[in-house]
């Protein structure tokens, strides 16, 4: 089994800065790619970042040029800076980590993390 560990929300003010972190572990599996997701109220889940094994990152639109993804391989540790946050940026932050374990690819999630920005 992976577990997904994710903390670092917050209550912050518009403009402010928060730094999620988020760590896969168990045992048997390698990391392909580890994400960042979130869901708003009554909105559906939005993917907001993602890192591959080989460094490559998406973002969507919305958070370009202000959050950055980053990721620790041997810690099976992703991170996510958010500068500049905006109202619109509050919600549910999960991490998910896809996975190669017993000859097969398994996505894990997290429990979520709150993440609440102030006008």
């Known amino acids: 089994q992976v577990q997904v560990v994710e903390s670092g929300g917050d209550l912050v003010q518009a403009g402010g800065s928060l730094r999620l972190s988020c760590v896969a572990s168990?045992?048997?599996?390698?990391?392909?790619?580890m994400g960042w997701y979130r869901q708003a109220p009554e909105k559906q889940r939005e993917l907001v970042a993602i890192i591959y094994s080989g460094g490559f990152t998406n973002y969507v639109d919305s958070v370009k040029g202000r959050f950055t993804i980053s990721r620790v391989n041997d810690a099976n540790a992703v991170y996510l800076q958010m500068d500049s946050l905006k109202p619109e940026d509050t919600a549910v932050y999960y991490c998910?980590?896809?996975?190669?374990?017993?000859?097969?690819?398994?996505?894990?999630w997290g429990q979520g993390t709150q993440v609440i920005v102030s006008s």
């Open positions: 168990g045992s048997g599996f390698s990391v392909n790619s």
């Open positions: 998910s980590a896809t996975v190669w374990r017993a000859g097969s690819q398994s996505e894990y």
